[in-house]
């Protein structure tokens, strides 16, 4: 039965120039949306400007096979408080992880002295606090999970969305690689869902009519989620901290990544390499990028320098002199503000996603407003006729977490299914 509805809703989709619904956005807001919208045998095209599913969750083994599967972007659940994604989670039957913080942790402060954190103690240390756990393979994979391929179309920026009281809305899209002279994609729909970080939408978006004023600015004013952060994530080949007595959690008062912890442990599913990540605050974003200015494969020792200073271990103990190849061999792909910088050298590799970078998620122009919005704010999920909005910003609850995806997409699915 599901196949056969799956059926009827690729020939909707290729036969007709209307769908029923069209969300803009193929994250972890949109693929909910797009999948609720689907059971209630609606026909939907999920549009995004990336050339990849899944938005803010990125998984660094996504970008290269030889990655541990990181994730770059979103992460953590809390199952505890978390329902909604908890539940998700287990109709989808994905794995899961709690994140390791058995044995020692570390404390590198501003004076360049190194604390030993007890057995015991990385629960008040680590960026995610107690309770939380990962999904195996990657926090990408719900949102894989969630969507049908041929209901999707990525690389699509859309530029115009032309809309009425009647029910007819038409969306123009380009696509990335897409010359000058190239016509525009144009899509018809009865309703959209924007899915996607307000403050993108409400600058690289032209509505005609106008946004509402109090709309408009309101989307502006609302910072995405996380967006001045980073990531790093270090593969090994043997999971070297934990041999140590390791928890691998550390904070670093001085280096670029200001904390890091164990992003896959390499065993049971859990990843393909052992990985350590960590987060890149605005501060140490401007220090990365003065160290990648002229030669981005300057990252790897960088990094690698930086590991051996906060964790007290040598070239030796992390398997580096065993691993890594002769300078010339190394090699850099990609770049921070898109899917990743990755730098390999032997069996190392070192990776960086800058979401400050990102103009998908931290979009800039010159429109100023004086305040700003807080997540959730009800000019957030206000709906427009016959446009609704969604993403983790405006949720009611639990926003800037998957978990607040989740629900945000639960209640603008429901405004769309009553409207249509």
């Not at 404390?107 to 939380?132: F, L, S, T, W």
């Not at 999707?152 to 009647?166: A, H, P, Q, S």
Request: charged share 20%; net charge negative.
């Amino acid at each position: 039965l599901l196949l056969l509805h799956s059926i009827q809703c690729i020939n909707r989709i290729m036969m007709m120039s209307t769908v029923d619904v069209c969300v803009i956005g193929a994250g972890l807001s949109g693929a909910c949306i797009a999948r609720n919208l689907a059971s209630h045998n609606k026909s939907v095209l999920v549009l995004d400007a990336r050339n990849r599913v899944g938005g803010r969750l990125l998984t660094a083994a996504a970008a290269n096979a030889d990655l541990g599967g990181a994730d770059f972007g979103g992460a953590w659940i809390w199952p505890r408080s978390e329902p909604n994604m908890a539940n998700l989670l287990q109709n989808l039957n994905l794995q899961t992880v709690p994140m390791h913080m058995d044995g020692i942790s570390m404390a590198y402060i501003a004076n360049g002295k190194r604390h030993v954190i007890p057995d015991g103690q990385a629960e008040m240390y680590a960026a995610c606090g107690g309770g939380a756990i990962r999904v195996c393979g990657g926090a990408s994979r719900v949102v894989s999970e969630l969507l049908e391929p041929h209901s999707v179309r990525l690389g699509m920026r859309v530029t115009e969305i032309d809309y009425n009281d009647k029910k007819e809305v038409k969306i123009k899209c380009i696509k990335n690689n897409a010359n000058k002279n190239d016509n525009p994609t144009i899509i018809k729909c009865q309703a959209v869902v924007l899915a996607a970080p307000p403050k993108v939408l409400a600058r690289t978006i032209t509505f005609l009519p106008n946004l509402p004023k109090q709309k408009t600015e309101s989307m502006i004013a609302t910072p995405t989620w996380m967006q001045e952060y980073g990531k790093v994530a270090v593969s090994f080949p043997t999971n070297w901290w934990r041999q140590q007595r390791m928890s691998g959690i550390s904070i670093d008062h001085v280096g670029a990544v200001a904390t890091w912890w164990e992003a896959c442990s390499g065993s049971e599913d859990d990843g393909n390499l052992p990985t350590l990540a960590g987060f890149v605050t605005e501060q140490g974003a401007a220090m990365l990028r003065k160290v990648i200015c002229d030669d981005s494969s300057y990252l790897f020792e960088f990094i690698i320098e930086s590991l051996k200073r906060v964790y007290g271990v040598d070239a030796n103990a992390m398997g580096t002199l065993e691993s890594v190849a002769s300078d010339n061999e190394i090699k850099a792909q990609g770049s921070s503000e898109q899917d990743g910088l990755i730098v390999t050298n032997g069996v190392i590799t070192v990776s960086y996603k800058s979401w400050l970078e990102d103009d998908l998620t931290n979009a800039k122009d010159d429109t100023v407003v004086d305040f700003t919005c807080d997540y959730g704010d009800r000019d957030l999920q206000s709906s427009v006729e016959p446009l609704f909005f969604a993403g983790t910003e405006t949720a009611a609850g639990a926003h800037g977490h998957m978990e607040g995806a989740v629900i945000a997409a639960e209640r603008a699915a429901t405004e769309v299914v009553e409207y249509l």
